[in-house]
């Protein structure tokens, strides 16, 4: 894929895919959604931030976002 067709995949997509490991170091995915991208390096992604993958990202902060 070239730069411009990975940013028109990010630009389009409602959703994304976020890998953490979990509080035993195990992998873990959550689909979160994406509303808004400032190229492919800056994104905000929306989830409930009482869930137990936030406070696994607050603890680690180790994440990769996956967008399909």
Known sequence: M??????GLVSRSLFAD???LDEDGRPA?????C?????LGHHLISTN?????V??????GDACL???
């Open 2 to 7: 070239t730069k411009n067709e990975i940013m």
């Open 18 to 20: 976020l890998g953490y």
């Open 29 to 33: 995915i959550r689909r979160v959604f």
């Open 35 to 39: 509303t808004w991208h400032k190229g």
């Open 49 to 53: 931030a009482s869930s137990s993958h």
């Open 55 to 60: 406070q696994c990202l607050l603890g680690k």
């Open 66 to 68: 996956y967008f399909a």
